[in-house]
């Protein structure tokens, strides 16, 4: 059973970066994808990017100037930067496997609530 677990800060001001990790046990990220989502208060989830077993990134490309998505083999956690943040960057995130087969998130992290306030 795949396990994933966010953690991070909880407050970010307004333009600094945000900075997620997510920690996966049960699985290894040296295979699959893996996807960061997240739920503005109100709204609906939104993808923001994966990256892929070999290293390879994919980023929606609303975000793609500003997300960057990176792992780390040896703890088996991947991460997720965000910078130059506004309060509309405030949502809950989420990090999830992909199954490409199926091309759904079958796997999901409970999500941290993050706010970008001053």
């Known amino acids: 059973q795949v396990q994933l677990q966010e953690s991070g800060p909880g407050l970010v001001k307004p333009s600094q970066t945000l900075s997620l990790t997510c920690t996966v046990s049960?699985?290894?990220?040296?295979?699959?994808?893996w996807s960061w989502i997240r739920q503005p208060p109100g709204k609906g989830l939104e993808w923001m990017g994966a990256i892929g077993y070999s290293g390879s990134t994919y980023y929606s490309p609303s975000l793609k100037s500003r997300t960057s998505i990176s792992r780390d083999t040896s703890t088996n956690q991947f991460t997720l930067q965000l910078t130059s943040v506004t309060p509309e960057d405030t949502a809950v995130y989420y990090c999830a496997k992909e199954d490409r087969v199926t091309w759904t998130l079958d796997y999901w992290g409970q999500g941290t609530q993050v706010t970008v306030s001053s």
């Open positions: 049960g699985g290894s990220i040296n295979y699959y994808y």
